[in-house]
């Protein structure tokens, strides 16, 4: 019996795959509507999803073959869908951070930060912290949380008083803390390293040492996924959203760019960031303040050696190059045309020069991140010249650009371009469907419940289901039946479309929740109750912080105390007169 059990979880994959098809046929045979064959399109897609019976990409793909052959869309109208507007700028911004990335100028920004703030236990936190969340909000929180964690790790090693040999900072592939013990330590005393007066002493530090490992590991990994929400680029889900609302309601003038999410979505992941450095500065290094920064006795000579592993890394990266000039000037650029394109409360450069007959932008802010993307091709990654001859002549070779093509398609995740399209695939499909009007329909006694309360306990409910599945499927499955429920009762689309969208980057509980948690956790000194415990208080934290900023400031940014007249295009219940149809906000 145990073998049979064995070999049912083995072959798990493949069983999901040929049975949650068949297991889910009654749905569209029973029910022979348009509503209903897409409901099984989506709730196969959905389990699919959650289990990752097959990749997330691959599932992604679905609609292309079930929606022509139910009769939802044509085909050619759901290829359409896998590389929209949005897509493009995912694509562009990537390009960038690639760039960014591939010359090392993230590793540089972060380095110069570390040496400004200093390494007391409170600061050192606040600092990796600072430096994860701002290059998360340019750069993947993956590749952020690969290149901090070691850089923090070989501080913590001075810290210790360890003096092994890590001025090679991203080769420290682990840190053994979790093998931390009294017979360890003895090994450190025989070589004359740290002095210790008794075996309690030694104990006690090697906890105290332990304790400040494990929160500096969960502030990086914290901080990455805190940061992505700043940006409409950070995180995948941002782009979600835009999506689908450019997707949902095609005549809402781009209420969603680039400088009106920053409005938004900046202060919430300030406020929120200082709230997790004091809890994780709480959980982990205790409530002596006067210790955590650093005022205690006998501690300066390890600082000065954890101070000196970051000026060592610094140096070794050597001046700044022509190529990391050329791509800071050029991302100064990029950020700057996404600002002045269509900031809404002036009229930006694509408003005046780029204007349709509406006096909206025809550049999106995809347009800007290919336009910089392309010019990246073009620049070379040194000085033009003949100063330096080869030995041989007939050699000469021109240096190679900034960005080259091997490098993207090494780097790019293409499944998230995909996984992408297939989002906004199915939002499509739920509209032609008529799927979306029958949630609606079905989720109008909300209308009854304070809005407010409706924002927290959806962020509750996304911020749960995050911690299981994908970030991006999260967002994929709920923001278009959200869109339907909004427009049902009379609720502007966002006011639930934004918390949530903002909800689903709140995955701090798990290893398995999120890329940058599973990297801390594989470096060790972490067990799953620590991220849990860490993490479980931070949900509530960031789900309060969230619904904070859409009660507060996101109301003039995105006029969340109306109901838009873009929104009337799928639904006709909020043309008549009632006493939410105006003022549905908080």
Partial sequence: MATC???????????????????LLPLPLIVQRKEAYCAYSIILMALFWCTEALPLAVTALFPIIL??????????????????????????????????????????????????????????????MVVTAFLSMWISNTATTAM?????????????????????GNENPTFELQEASPQKEGAKLDNGQVIRTSSESKVQKTQEHLRLSQGLSLCICYSASIGGIATLTGTTPNLVLQGQVNSLFPQNGNVVNFA????????????????????????????????????????????QAAFQVIKTQHKLLGPMSFAEKAVTILFIILVILWFTREPGFFQGWGNVAFADENGQSMASDGTVAIFISVIMFIVPSKIPGLTQFPEKPGKLKPPPALLTWKIVNEKMPWNIVILLGGGFALAKGSEKSGLSEWLGDKLTPLQHIPPPATALILCLLIATFTECTSNVATTTLFLPILA?????????????????????????????????????????????SDMARAGFLL??????????????????????????????SNTSQCLLSSPNSTTPGP
């Fill in 539 to 568: 949900n509530i934290i960031g789900v309060l912080v969230i619904t904070l900023a859409v009660n507060s400031w996101s109301i003039p940014i995105f006029h969340l105390d109306t109901f838009p007249t873009w929104a009337h």
């Fill in 5 to 23: 059990w064995q070999g049912l979880w083995a072959y798990r994959s493949y069983l999901i795959v040929i049975c949650l098809p068949i297991f």
């Fill in 67 to 128: 929606f022509p052959l139910m009769g939802i869309m044509d085909a050619s109208e759901v290829c359409i869908e896998y590389f929209k507007d949005t897509n493009v700028l995912f694509f562009g911004g990537l390009m960038v951070a690639i760039t960014v990335e591939h010359w090392n100028l993230h590793k540089r920004i972060a380095l110069c930060v570390l040496l400004i703030i200093g390494v007391r236990p409170a600061l050192l936190i606040l600092g990796f």
């Fill in 260 to 303: 009106s999410w920053f409005g938004f979505a900046f202060p919430t992941m300030v406020i929120l960031l200082l709230l997790a450095w004091v809890w994780l500065q709480i959980l982990f290094l205790g409530f002596n303040f006067r210790k955590n920064f650093g005022f205690g006795e006998g501690e300066e000579e390890r600082k």
């Fill in 484 to 528: 339907s429920m909004a427009q049902a009762i009379c609720l502007h689309p966002l006011y639930v479309m934004l918390p949530c969208t903002l909800a689903a980057s709140l995955a701090f509980m798990l290893p398995v929740a999120t890329p940058p948690n599973a990297i801390v956790f594989s470096f060790g000194g972490l067990k799953v």
């Fill in 148 to 168: 901090m964690l070691p850089i923090a790790h070989a501080v913590l090693e001075q810290l210790h008083g360890s003096h092994k040999d890590v001025e090679g």
